[in-house]
């Protein structure tokens, strides 16, 4: 027969047992919860990179090509990405008092969407482009 401390003694147990249980699952939701965190900022990183290769990779195209073929506008349709060049003529002024010609400043503007926020990236680069002889 068992006698009533037996009786309380196994409450305690169950009651332990509740406890144990209820630590655990706030542990593993908070594990999840930082996994999904760290997969969302990896995503992120991943976007960022592959949108500045294909500025890099649209700026090497685009400076080989003339002055007047330089302002064009192409879609990446794999990521959803716009890219856009546009120049504009720079004047710059030397120490002897000379103006050096033919340099322009090459705008790139890369445009996206993620997750229904429009994103802009944009990249300055000054080419020199002398005038054809």
């Known amino acids: 027969m068992k006698t009533p401390s037996h009786r309380r003694r196994s409450g305690y147990i169950l009651f332990e047992l509740v406890i144990a249980l209820t630590i655990f699952a706030i542990a593993a939701l908070g594990l999840a919860r930082a ?6 900022t990896a995503n992120l990183l991943k976007r ?3 949108i500045r290769i294909g500025m890099r990779n ?3 195209e685009i400076r ?6 330089m302002s064009t506008s ?3 349709t794999t990521y959803g990405v716009t890219y856009t060049s546009s120049t504009e003529p ?5 120490t002897s008092g000379g103006t050096l ?3 322009y400043n090459l705008t790139i503007k890369a445009t996206s969407s993620f997750d229904g926020v429009p994103e802009e990236a944009t ?6 482009k002398p005038a054809q002889q």
């Open 35 to 40: 996994l999904n965190q760290a997969a969302e």
């Open 48 to 50: 960022d990179q592959i």
């Open 58 to 60: 649209f700026l090497e």
């Open 64 to 69: 080989r090509k003339p002055i007047t073929e």
């Open 74 to 76: 192409q879609m990446d």
């Open 90 to 94: 720079v004047s710059l002024r030397t």
């Open 101 to 103: 010609t033919d340099i």
């Open 123 to 128: 990249l300055n680069v000054y080419v020199y």
